[in-house]
């Protein structure tokens, strides 16, 4: 007997294909293009998502842990991956055996993977992270150098990138502007030590849309590749094209429709009363699911074609919404979280203001008791 899923994710392959080809427009063919597949692929399922960005062209893979590397590996041999954060010391070993590239902010990291290396006879190629004002990771601009220069003296480890990230591409461009000029103050100073760097990268999605002249020679865009724009307050001069657009839809199915009188509460803590007449139908998806609780009261959900209000807290498992304007509602229909009904859609983004956090949360909080069901292209 089938199993009926009571909510689950809609990943349009063709969509991701279409969103890569963009990139690669945009960019020209000069510029590799490193995708940032991490916490699952932004959600999306990580050994899918990466089968079908093989076949559709990437250069790179970035991802946050030797796990993802692996599934990565367990998919398609031959790519390189770039470990965005820094390795553990226990990470050190495995990191080398792997082939994974890891990113070094001191000269203490980059001794690890040299004697790591060199136990294990293989050459290991990193990236030099430089901190131009995120915090997270990497040396200083004014430390580049010296530290490039101390990787070059090192048996086993070849420098094969440089990079630094934006902390706010999306909204301030003066101190965007501030860490791009900083990042190449600090590669010139590389260059003119005589290092060699051949990957160099800066730009993130926000940086892909807003700033035309840090591309350098990789990329490294995250949400774009899913089709999102990432929000913000500046407004790119790029006009979008219809080809870009969301590849997740996040669906789930109505158990219930009832009519509930004036003046009754609903859900847990009493939060919402009825003040006149409701038909209310309860959808089989709540936190349990990754649907927050911050949407109580507030969030929309489309059923019919039509936008209808949550009503009281959500739940682990279920939540109550006015159907009112779907007169037609009845069990066993859908209802759309993120994405498309009728004339209707409910972005990432927007559900995203309801919850009070941004669309790369929402994503990967969609967790692994939603299933993810594949159209168009080809997935592992």
């Not at 990193?126 to 601009?141: N, Q």
């Not at 969301?246 to 219930?256: I, R």
């Amino acid at each position: 007997m089938a199993m009926i899923n009571r909510s689950w994710a809609e990943v349009d392959l063709d969509a991701l294909r279409e969103n890569l080809a963009w990139i690669r427009d945009r960019v020209g063919p000069e510029v590799k293009v490193l995708t940032v597949v991490k916490a699952d692929a932004y959600g999306h399922g990580l050994k899918q998502i990466a089968a079908l960005l093989m076949q559709s062209g990437t250069d790179i893979f970035g991802v946050a842990n030797l796990a993802e590397a692996r599934a990565i590996r367990s998919v398609g041999q031959g790519w390189p991956i770039l470990m965005l954060g820094a390795c553990l010391p226990g990470e050190v070993a495995d990191a080398v055996h792997d082939e994974v590239m890891p990113t070094i902010s001191t000269a203490e990291e980059a001794q690890w993977f040299s004697r790591a290396a060199m136990r294990q006879r293989r050459l290991v190629r990193v990236h030099l992270a430089v901190d131009t004002g995120m915090g997270r990771l990497g040396v200083t601009p004014a430390g580049a150098a010296d530290l490039a220069d101390q990787i070059r003296s090192l048996p086993g480890v070849k420098l094969e990138g440089m990079f630094t990230h934006f902390a706010s591409s999306e909204d301030d461009a003066d101190f965007t502007q501030t860490q791009a000029e900083q990042f190449q103050q600090a590669l010139a100073a590389v260059r003119v030590r005589g290092i060699q760097v051949p990957l160099v990268h800066a730009s993130n999605s926000g940086a892909l849309l807003h700033e035309r002249d840090v591309l350098f020679n990789v990329v490294r865009p995250g949400l774009l590749v899913y089709g999102i724009v990432p929000p913000g307050t500046r407004r790119s001069t790029l006009t979008l094209p219809d080809r870009l657009r969301p590849a997740l839809s996040w669906k789930t199915s109505v158990s219930l429709v009832k009519t509930v009188p004036r003046g009754v509460s609903l859900s847990y803590g009493r939060t919402y009363t009825t003040t006149r007449s409701l038909r209310v139908a309860t959808a089989t998806v709540g936190y349990g699911d990754g649907y927050s609780r911050m949407g109580s009261n507030r969030a929309q959900v489309l059923i019919g074609g039509n936008r209808c209000r949550i009503l009281g807290r959500v739940t682990m498992d279920q939540m109550l919404v006015d159907v009112s304007r779907s007169p037609e509602a009845k069990p066993g229909d859908e209802a759309v979280l993120i994405g498309q009904q009728g004339d209707d859609a409910i972005t990432v983004t927007e559900l995203a203001t309801w919850f009070g956090t941004i669309p790369w949360e929402v994503l990967t909080g969609i967790n692994h008791r939603v299933p993810r069901i594949y159209r168009g292209g080809t997935a592992a």
